[in-house]
Protein backbone atom coordinates (compact mmCIF):
# COMPACT_ATOMS: atom_id res chain seq x y z
CA UNK A 1 0.00 0.00 0.00
CA UNK A 2 1.12 3.63 -0.89
CA UNK A 3 1.51 6.21 1.55
CA UNK A 4 0.37 9.60 0.92
CA UNK A 5 2.38 12.24 0.26
CA UNK A 6 0.94 14.36 3.31
CA UNK A 7 2.13 10.84 5.38
CA UNK A 8 5.58 10.74 4.02
CA UNK A 9 5.44 14.58 5.48
CA UNK A 10 4.51 13.57 8.46
CA UNK A 11 6.96 10.91 9.37
CA UNK A 12 9.63 12.58 8.10
CA UNK A 13 8.87 15.64 9.95
CA UNK A 14 8.60 13.28 13.07
CA UNK A 15 11.80 11.83 12.80
CA UNK A 16 13.42 15.39 11.70
CA UNK A 17 12.13 16.28 15.39
CA UNK A 18 13.55 13.09 16.97
CA UNK A 19 16.87 13.70 15.75
CA UNK A 20 17.24 17.64 17.18
CA UNK A 21 15.76 15.79 20.68
CA UNK A 22 18.47 13.77 20.35
CA UNK A 23 21.20 16.56 20.09
CA UNK A 24 20.01 18.63 22.05
CA UNK A 25 19.93 16.07 25.11
CA UNK A 26 23.68 14.90 24.22
CA UNK A 27 24.58 18.63 24.18
CA UNK A 28 23.11 19.38 27.63
CA UNK A 29 24.57 15.87 28.93
CA UNK A 30 27.97 17.06 27.81
CA UNK A 31 27.88 20.81 29.34
CA UNK A 32 30.27 21.42 31.63
CA UNK A 33 28.85 22.34 35.20
CA UNK A 34 30.10 25.23 37.31
CA UNK A 35 29.06 23.98 40.33
CA UNK A 36 28.98 20.38 41.72
CA UNK A 37 27.54 18.54 44.08
CA UNK A 38 29.20 18.86 47.60
CA UNK A 39 30.51 22.01 46.74
CA UNK A 40 30.75 25.32 49.50
CA UNK A 41 28.98 28.00 48.12
CA UNK A 42 27.56 31.55 49.20
CA UNK A 43 24.10 32.82 47.71
CA UNK A 44 22.89 36.44 48.16
CA UNK A 45 19.33 35.69 49.75
CA UNK A 46 17.23 36.39 52.73
CA UNK A 47 17.98 34.95 56.35
CA UNK A 48 18.55 35.80 60.05
CA UNK A 49 21.37 37.53 61.13
CA UNK A 50 21.60 38.34 64.91
CA UNK A 51 17.84 38.06 65.21
CA UNK A 52 17.69 40.36 62.25
CA UNK A 53 16.38 39.61 58.60
CA UNK A 54 18.74 40.55 56.41
CA UNK A 55 19.92 40.29 52.60
CA UNK A 56 22.74 38.89 52.48
CA UNK A 57 25.35 36.20 51.39
CA UNK A 58 25.12 33.10 52.99
CA UNK A 59 26.98 30.05 53.15
CA UNK A 60 25.36 26.68 51.68
CA UNK A 61 26.31 23.18 50.36
CA UNK A 62 25.49 22.05 46.78
CA UNK A 63 22.71 19.18 47.23
CA UNK A 64 21.72 18.94 43.55
CA UNK A 65 23.00 20.34 39.99
CA UNK A 66 22.38 20.18 36.61
CA UNK A 67 23.71 22.39 34.00
CA UNK A 68 21.25 24.80 34.17
CA UNK A 69 19.91 25.10 37.60
CA UNK A 70 21.88 24.53 41.49
CA UNK A 71 20.07 23.31 44.21
CA UNK A 72 21.50 24.72 47.73
CA UNK A 73 21.12 23.97 51.31
CA UNK A 74 21.33 25.82 54.43
CA UNK A 75 22.00 25.66 58.28
CA UNK A 76 19.97 28.23 58.70
CA UNK A 77 16.11 29.33 58.11
CA UNK A 78 16.30 31.18 54.88
CA UNK A 79 13.18 33.34 53.03
CA UNK A 80 11.49 33.85 49.88
CA UNK A 81 11.50 37.50 48.68
CA UNK A 82 8.27 37.69 49.88
CA UNK A 83 8.53 36.79 53.08
CA UNK A 84 7.93 33.18 53.11
CA UNK A 85 10.18 31.05 55.03
CA UNK A 86 11.59 28.05 52.59
CA UNK A 87 10.54 24.98 55.11
CA UNK A 88 13.22 22.25 53.82
CA UNK A 89 16.24 25.39 53.57
CA UNK A 90 16.41 24.48 50.14
CA UNK A 91 16.73 27.58 47.11
CA UNK A 92 17.25 27.18 43.68
CA UNK A 93 19.86 29.01 41.56
CA UNK A 94 21.35 29.22 37.97
CA UNK A 95 24.27 27.89 37.28
CA UNK A 96 26.52 30.69 36.49
CA UNK A 97 23.99 33.49 38.32
CA UNK A 98 24.49 36.59 40.11
CA UNK A 99 23.34 35.37 43.20
CA UNK A 100 25.35 32.32 43.51
CA UNK A 101 29.52 32.78 43.75
CA UNK A 102 31.94 29.85 45.34
CA UNK A 103 32.29 30.46 48.90
CA UNK A 104 35.60 32.32 50.70
CA UNK A 105 35.46 29.98 53.54
CA UNK A 106 36.39 26.61 54.12
CA UNK A 107 33.38 25.60 56.88
CA UNK A 108 29.77 26.44 57.36
CA UNK A 109 29.21 29.05 59.87
CA UNK A 110 26.73 27.59 62.74
CA UNK A 111 23.63 29.70 63.28
CA UNK A 112 23.93 32.07 66.05
CA UNK A 113 21.61 32.48 69.15
CA UNK A 114 21.41 35.17 71.84
CA UNK A 115 21.07 34.01 75.36
CA UNK A 116 18.44 34.83 77.61
CA UNK A 117 19.41 36.35 80.39
Known sequence: MMRSARHRAFADHKADTMKRIGTIAAEASTRERKYQVGELVDVYCDHNLELQRVRDWLQGVVVQADYKMVAV?????????DGWMVPDRVLWCQQGGETIRPSAHRRLRKPTRKRRS
Request: proline share 0%.
Open 73 to 81: QFLQDVYLT
